[in-house]
Nanobody
């Protein structure tokens, strides 16, 4: 059974930091590109970042570039997102996803909530 379980969200003040994690199971994690997306209340889904299979290639939305860092540990089947210098606009439910370019399969977690407030 495929599972993606996010954790690490919470309430943080503007300018603060969090480290989000995504624990994967039920599929070959190292063979999938991994991404983070987010959705704020009343808004659409926004792509945040992607890391390729080997971890050597990463990409970011302009809105988070320079503040967020995506990483993966294939030995632990875990994806991370370090979020720094948080702004009110970063408040959202953050979900991780896995995509196989070879098979077209994709999986998504339920998300972890990030709230930014003073």
């Amino acid at each position: 059974q495929v599972q993606l379980v996010e954790s690490g969200g919470g309430l943080v003040q503007p300018g603060g930091s969090l480290r989000l994690s995504c624990a994967a199971s039920g599929f070959t994690f190292s063979s999938y590109a991994m991404s983070w997306v987010r959705q704020a209340p009343g808004k659409g889904l926004e792509w945040v970042s992607t890391i390729e299979i080997g971890g050597g290639s990463t990409s970011y939305a302009d809105s988070v570039k320079g503040r967020f860092t995506i990483a993966r540990d294939n030995a632990k089947n875990t994806l991370y997102l370090q979020v720094n210098s948080l702004e009110a606009g970063d408040a959202a439910n953050y979900c991780c996803g896995a995509e196989s370019l070879a098979t077209g399969a994709d999986y998504w977690g339920q998300g972890t909530q990030v709230t930014v407030s003073s």
